[in-house]
């Protein structure tokens, strides 16, 4: 069995940075690809990146060049680097494993 732990979220100025960590238990030189999903308040559930096994990655077009997705298997971490971060990143951030394997999420505050 798979479980997902996110860390690293919090309050941020605009212009800010955080990093998100996802650890996971089990290995994951198993799971395919790994990704990062995020909620906003009255909103759905959206795609954020994604990493696969070989290390190809994909972003949303609203987080392009800002965001960077990367995993350590050694580690069993999967990693977002959020730069430049604006009011409407606000949310909460959940990580996932192929298939269908999701974090408990961690909130993400950009405000001033």
């Known amino acids: 069995q798979v479980q997902l732990v996110e860390s690293g979220g919090g309050l941020v100025q605009p212009g800010g940075s955080l990093r998100l960590s996802c650890v996971v238990t089990?290995?994951?030189?198993?799971?395919?690809?790994m990704s990062w999903y995020r909620q906003a308040p009255g909103k759905q559930r959206e795609f954020v990146a994604v990493?696969?096994?070989?290390?190809?990655?994909n972003y949303a077009d609203s987080v392009k060049g800002r965001f960077t997705i990367a995993r350590d298997n050694a580690k069993n971490t999967v990693y977002l680097q959020m730069n430049t971060l604006k009011p409407e990143d606000t949310a909460v951030y959940y990580c996932?494993?192929?298939?269908?394997?999701w974090g408990q999420g961690t909130q993400v505050t950009v405000s001033s």
């Open positions: 996932n494993a192929s298939p269908a394997y």
């Open positions: 089990g290995s994951i030189s198993s799971i395919y690809a």
């Open positions: 990493i696969t096994r070989s290390g190809n990655t």
